[in-house]
């Protein structure tokens, strides 16, 4: 989780304005984690959560997890 959160902060660009998207394979626990992370670091507008649906989870399996953010 630290990496992704790392990965935002080198990547990222006005983080303060965006939405942040986090996607979860059945795991809203490790997402709320991964959030809790993002809000700690930064001071972000808004998050939103989505579960990944079976297309991509059936690719990807249990426990996927994605952040998505302006780059």
């Known amino acids: 989780l630290s990496f992704m959160v790392d990965k935002l902060a080198e990547r ?7 939405t942040i998207g986090i996607s979860h394979a059945d795991n809203p626990q490790l997402a709320n984690e991964l959030a809790a992370l993002v809000r700690e670091r930064f001071k972000v507008k808004e998050i939103i959560f989505t579960e990944i649906g079976a297309a991509i989870g059936s690719h990807s399996g249990p426990d996927t997890l994605a952040l998505f953010f302006q780059h």
């Open 12 to 18: 990222g660009k006005n983080i303060t304005e965006q």
